[in-house]
């Protein structure tokens, strides 16, 4: 179980990154980007990724940062994962990230894997596409035509298939801040703790008055990437709230599903079970957390 | 003196041990807690190269051409192998029935996706690796047989063609007269199961360094093998080879559990060597190799069955129907495992007959091996289930009706239906001890309280035997050749009154080197770190076997005293000449020997070992001057198997009652286990410690195959488990924390009074999850009757029942 | 054809200059380069954490890193892990609760477990299991692993070896 070979480069700043695998796209040559490489390794010495060149990033630093601008949580793609998970900032600005983070593998494969590989490597059982639909979270690309931004919820295309182009790289992950009072959840059952999700769930909404205010349900493992439920948002969307409500909601995500993976872990009924009763789960979650 | 010399051959001549049945630290572990152990990879010899092996990807295909000429061109590469120059070297393993044995490489045709086809030998891995892709094989895809059903169906096609059908062994066994027994009963409880593939996983997979020395045509093969002196014979078989030019040095392994030994690897290294020159070929099985071909997939199994019961809960008679895949052939001594459940057929229960209609077939499935257990586990979890079921049936408590058919204390020895005898036991104080520290009622209470708000909880009170110290007939029936099974230990002093302990087998985990240590000290008065033991290469070991069969703590124990005891003979003769008295006025006490009369005349061990060694000219010519003496164990008063397979087969028979307390969701099909309490009785505890780990690991490996691990198939055949992230191994998350208690019987036939138990709760682990499983579900009317008890299973069930 | 490079690596201290081979993993090359055969490899993709070591004093899996991308990096392995012949708490503490069967994946669960206490000398079973559930035991079961390094947290905190497994005591 060794590696095909490749060639390696680690430039040394973002811009020789995009110039090189504008190069390498020219010469006709498969290049991938190397971040923490906790998917890609496996990959590779699996020989089910044979890259021709690998293009290292980890001697951009200046991709490594969680800061605050504004209500925003800008976070650097270079950013390992438990230097997300231990942020004081993410533990009190954004709980729910930090609950989807410690359920990402285990601490060591955190320790080495970038945050941003998560969202290029668009795993549908992965924990951080969910989180970044349901928060909202706006993507920072470079390629060789300069930055753009794209929307968390137009990102991730299809089953490990991003927006992103063979020669972009994935700079930034901005987090809004969530409005006051929002309640939020993040379900998800594994066959082992650590394991990737045979299903999940992420929920935000606010109460007011005792009334469902802007639920967002967002399902992961279930499909070719992680979906919002819209289907479920509407049962609860400016109702008032019971356990009831809840289920119902779940059943109409559940069923709203288009065929579910299937897998020698959890059939399709299976996973749409599960998405039914962890978006009821969520939203009593989420009610109980949520400020009102 | 020389009367009850005998008597006390296997004890120990101190009636305070400071050692033995104390919870001392391994001897292993300091080098191991350091990372200076020379495991099998850790090796490098001069001119080595490293072995990639090309796999079949078919689960059944003729082999039409291969073109290795692409892989010979790449630079780095130095030998190929295929299956050409094995039918030209080589013989099929003889770890199968006669018949039904493999060749290392594919000869013609291909029996399961993973069988090796070609194997090549580069300078390093990863160019070996390289080249396998460069190799272009053509394949004729041929119908498979995917599973145990479609082995024994009229059209299917066949494995061997030298055989007239897939079906490896049919038989009935008979023991005592089962159908009255069923007639009269006034119950009869069935139920079907489904037991599917498991595997050892041994964090170190198999790995080897073969070197064929072309001068003298001699094969030196070092790797992580289980059972040295077996590979010698199957290395000579297989690959024509005297058997005294086969030499096997063990390295320690990260772990066996039965499977490890690699004969297809080792062979593949070995001609490799001897394509390459007699360069030294190193072959290391990697974690995919393993998962879809390597030596350790077990039990794939089809059960129906049946128990006789009264009125009163008296169960009288069992008939267990078996249909059992062993892949491609058992090449692993697969057929094992379905003739050990004999030793313990019956449990611990007082069954008067009983039944085994037994159907073994070969499919295009992996091969099967040996795994802990070996057989007995899918068998318990069976009979442990039609027990909850007559309960249930019945109305009585299930811990009750176990304690009603428990075979009594006063009757051991007690000879089983199907033949084995057991030693001693105390089933109904291990009960009750199991049910006082889990406090049973209150469990009961507690579920009671559970069901009343909705909750799904569930107790699984389950008893089993283990059978311990095998021998080799208990096989024969199962189609195996049989071999002794002797245990060597040669204990050596050296003129400081160091002590150095040979056997023949590796360290491999279960402590056993420290238990030698611990007997030799406490034999001579000396302290533990006064004791090395070290493995010697099969030809310069004393006979061994090694671990198996829940035997080698037993059997090296009687090893170790007996050599003790020959030395202390020796002494007592050399101290006789020294002292100028007769050898029987002296005794071996606090490190020395000394006048039983006039202890302050004494001799310290290392003066005499001293003597012997360098000034043997003081003593009389006709005395042996060697401070050492070897010594063989073997298991007294096993019998041969009758027409019925009966025999006596295992000498010792330990005994646990697990209680368990689990919770089952009912919309996610979740189980958590929420109590976990064991007790256990294997006799005396040389080393508590070890005890408990092999307890605590079957705990492991039992939630493994109740709740985790399968080698799934497709219905095509095609494996589905190639990496870690199929085969789901139990966490530090997943496992429970158990309360252990132990009861203690000692064996009246082993030395020291020790059972076997290192096979531990893998007997057992498996039936009580699943009966506390079924405990949960059954109000809701669903049982499960397939492993492991997946959430999505369970969900299925309870979606299936329209609950 | 794989590019091979000038790499410059700290392991246990001492500095070591290879040429390597890009695709060669950091395992391969801590174990068969630099024949630091203590930690080991059970699977090569990640999951066992028996190859597990500490990069710039963070646990990792060297089976998923490359070589090259170690280039400058302070490396601890198992090796590491004692002072001058004198074992680590942790290690003491595997031996003394029989922390340990074949011992294989011990030096991985002995780097996490350093790495744990390092951070947090008092931790509770379930901040151990956070930081040890990624590492696979085929033999002990891991309830003498939770107490093993229940035990060294112990032994750290009080500076002390704690005698627990003397037979006098058993
Ligand atoms: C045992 C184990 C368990 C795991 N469990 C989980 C889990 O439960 N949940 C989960 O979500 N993940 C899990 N993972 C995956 C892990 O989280 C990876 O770290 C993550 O998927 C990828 O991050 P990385 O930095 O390692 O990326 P890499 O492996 O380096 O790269 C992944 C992909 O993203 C691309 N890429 C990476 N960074 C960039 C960038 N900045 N710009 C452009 N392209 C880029 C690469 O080209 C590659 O295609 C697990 C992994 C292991 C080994
Ligand atoms: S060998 Fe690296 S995690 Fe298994
Ligand atoms: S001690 Fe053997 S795998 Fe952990």
Redesign the interface.
């Known amino acids: 179980m060794k590696p095909a070979p490749f060639d390696y480069y680690a430039p040394d700043t973002l811009s020789d990154v995009v110039a090189l695998l504008q190069r390498l796209e020219n010469d006709d040559i498969d290049a991938k980007v190397l971040a923490g490489g906790q998917s890609l390794l496996p990959m590779l010495s699996l020989r089910v990724a044979r890259p021709e060149a690998l293009v290292d990033l980890r001697k951009l630093a200046d991709l490594n940062y969680i800061r605050e601008e504004g209500d925003t949580l800008a976070i650097g793609a270079m950013t390992t994962k438990s230097a997300v998970e231990d942020s004081p900032l993410v533990q009190r600005r954004q709980p729910l990230l930090h609950a989807a983070t410690r359920l990402v593998g285990h601490r060591q494969i955190r320790n080495r894997g970038s945050f941003g590989g998560s969202f290029t490597q668009a795993d549908p059982a992965s924990e951080y596409p969910a989180a970044a639909i349901a928060l909202d979270m706006e993507l920072k690309v470079v390629g060789p035509d300069g930055e753009r931004r794209v929307a968390a919820q137009d990102f991730f295309i299809t089953y490990m298939t991003t927006d992103l182009d063979t020669t972009e790289v994935l700079t930034e992950i901005r987090v809004p801040a969530l409005p006051a009072g929002t309640g939020w959840s993040f379900q998800e059952i594994a066959r082992r703790h650590g394991d990737f999700a045979m299903a999940g769930v992420a929920v935000t909404l606010r109460v007011e008055n005792g009334v469902c205010r802007a639920p967002r349900i967002v399902a992961f493992g279930v499909g070719a990437t992680a979906l919002r439920l819209p289907e479920a948002e509407q049962v609860v969307d400016g109702k008032a709230l019971d356990s009831a409500l809840f289920q119902e909601a779940g059943h109409a995500g559940a069923a709203a599903l288009e065929e579910p993976s299937s897998d020698v872990h959890a059939s399709a009924d299976y996973r749409r079970q599960l998405v039914a009763v962890l978006v009821a789960r969520g939203l009593a979650e989420a009610v109980a957390r949520s400020a009102a | 003196m020389t009367t009850d010399m005998n008597n006390s051959l296997y004890e120990l001549p101190t009636e305070s041990p400071r050692f033995v049945g104390q919870q001392v630290r391994r001897i292993e572990d300091p080098a191991l807690v350091s990372g200076s152990v020379e495991f099998i990879d850790n090796v490098t010899l001069p001119g080595m190269l490293h072995a990639a092996i090309l796999r079949c990807p078919h689960p059944h295909a003729r082999i039409v051409s291969i073109d290795t000429t692409a892989a010979r061109q790449l630079p780095g590469v130095v030998a190929v192998l295929t299956g050409e120059d094995v039918k030209r070297w080589c013989n099929p393993v003889v770890t199968a029935p006669e018949g039904w044995g493999a060749y290392c490489l594919a000869v013609d045709k291909a029996r399961f996706v993973g069988e090796p086809v070609m194997a090549i030998a580069a300078t390093d891995r990863y160019i070996a690796e390289d080249a396998c892709e460069l190799v272009e094989v053509e394949y004729e895809v041929l119908p498979a047989v995917p599973d145990a059903p479609a082995a024994i169906a009229a059209d299917s096609p066949l494995l061997f063609e030298n055989q007239n059908s897939n079906v490896m062994l049919q038989r009935v066994y008979d023991w005592g007269e089962v159908e009255p027994l069923f007639e009269r009963a006034d119950h009869i409880v069935r139920e079907t199961f489904r037991w599917n593939r498991v595997g050892a996983n041994p964090m170190e997979t198999f790995g080897c360094i073969s070197q064929w020395n072309l001068a003298d045509n001699s094969l030196t093969c070092r790797g992580s093998y289980q059972t040295p002196s077996f590979m010698v014979l199957g290395r000579s078989a297989s690959l024509n080879l005297p058997s005294n030019k086969v030499r096997i040095i063990a390295h320690p392994h990260g772990g066996s559990f039965g499977g490890k030994g690699g004969p297809r690897g080792t062979d593949i290294s070995a001609l490799l060597s001897r394509k390459a020159g007699g360069r030294p070929v190193k072959y290391i099985e990697d974690r995919a190799e393993y998962l879809l071909a390597g030596g350790g997939q077990s039990w794939d199994r089809y059960y129906e069955a049946a128990l006789a019961v009264m009125a009163d809960g008296t169960v009288t008679g069992l008939k267990v129907k078996l249909l059992d895949d062993q892949g491609a052939g058992a090449e692993g001594y697969g057929t094992i495992s379905v003739a050990k459940p004999l030793a313990a057929f019956t449990g611990p229960y007082r069954i008067q007959a009983a039944q085994y209609d037994l159907t073994v077939v070969a499919t295009n499935r992996a091969p099967t091996f040996a795994y802990r257990g070996y057989g007995p586990p899918p068998h318990n979890l069976v009979l442990e289930t039609l027990m909850d079921s007559a309960a249930r049936e019945l109305g009585i408590d299930s811990a009750e009706i176990r304690r009603r058919n428990y075979i009594q204390p006063e009757q051991f020895p007690y000879t089983i239906p199907s033949g084995n005898e057991y030693d001693s036991g105390n089933y109904p104080e291990v009960l009750a001890r199991a049910l006082q520290m889990a406090d049973y009622e209150a469990l009961r209470a507690q579920q009671q309280t559970a069901r009343d708000e909705g909750r799904y909880l569930g107790i699984g009170v389950v008893s089993t035997v283990e059978p311990g110290v095998f021998d080799w007939n208990a096989y024969r029936t199962a189609g195996v050749q049989g071999v002794g099974v002797p245990e060597g230990a040669r204990v050596n002093f050296d003129m400081l009154g160091q002590v150095t302990v040979t056997v023949g087998f590796a360290l491999e985990g279960q402590g056993q080197y420290t238990v030698a240590a611990q007997v030799v000290a406490d034999y001579f008065g000396l302290e533990m770190d006064a004791v090395r033991v070290v493995c010697a290469s099969s030809d310069a070991a004393p006979p061994h076997f090694g671990p198996g069969g829940s035997r080698v703590g037993v059997a090296l124990t009687g090893a170790v005293l007996g050599a003790c005891h020959k030395i202390a003979e020796k002494f007592r003769r050399v101290g006789a000449v020294l002292l100028q008295c007769e050898p029987d006025d002296l005794e071996l006490a606090g490190g020395a020997v000394r006048m039983r009369e006039r202890p302050e005349a004494q001799l310290g061990l290392a003066d005499l070992a001293g003597t012997m060694l360098a000034r043997s000219d003081l003593l009389p010519p006709d005395m042996d001057p060697h401070p050492g003496a070897t010594h063989v164990w073997t298991p007294p008063g096993r019998t041969e198997p009758d027409e019925q397979g009966r025999c006596k087969s295992y000498l010792t028979a330990a005994n646990a009652t697990h209680v368990v307390l689990v919770e089952v969701d009912p919309d996610t099909g979740v189980t958590e286990i929420l109590k976990y309490v064991i007790v256990d009785d294997c006799g005396t505890r040389l080393n508590p410690a070890n005890v408990e780990g092999q307890v605590q690991g079957g705990v492991a490996q039992g939630v493994g195959a109740a709740l985790l691990e399968q080698y799934v198939y497709t219905e095509d055949g095609q494996p589905l488990v190639s990496t870690f992230a199929d085969y789901l191994m139990p966490t530090l998350h997943e496992v429970p924390i158990t309360q252990k208690g132990a009861v203690v019987t000692p064996s009246p036939f082993t030395p020291l009074g020790a059972k076997g138990c290192g096979e531990g709760s893998i007997h057992i682990t498996p039936a009580a999850v699943i009966c506390a499983i079924n405990d949960a579900l059954q109000p809701l009317g669903v049982k499960v009757r397939e492993t492991p008890a997946s959430p999505s299973r369970i969900w299925n069930l309870i979606r299936e029942a329209g609950t | ?3 091979r ?1 000038q790499i410059s690596v700290t392991v246990n201290g001492v500095n070591y200059q290879r040429e390597v ?5 950091l395992a ?1 090359f801590v ?2 380069d630099l024949s ?15 190859c ?1 070591i500490l ?1 710039n004093g ?4 060297s ?4 070589a ?2 170690a ?1 400058g990096a302070e490396l601890t ?3 590491g892990l ?1 002072r001058n012949g004198e ?1 680590h708490p942790v ?1 003491q503490a ?3 609760r ?1 922390g ?8 991985g669960f ?1 780097i ?1 477990t350093a790495e744990l206490l390092q951070g947090n000398p008092n931790p509770s079973d379930d901040e ?19 107490e093993s390094v229940q035990l060294a947290a112990q032994m750290m905190r009080e500076g002390t070896i704690v005698d627990a ?1 003397s ?1 006098a005591e ?1």
């Open positions: 054809m794989t590019t490079h081979d890009a695709r060669l993993t391969d174990r068969h630091l055969g203590g930690t080991h490899v059970g699977c090569e993709h990640g999951v066992c954490g028996a597990t990069v963070a646990s990792m899996r089976c998923l890193m490359l090259v991308q280039d392995t198992v090796e004692s074992l290690q595997f031996i003394d029989h340990l069967q074949c011992g294989f994946c011990t030096p002995l996490s151990i299991a956070d930081a040890l559930g990624g590492h696979l035991c085929r033999c002990t079961g891991y309830q003498s692993i939770l497994a037979p058993a």
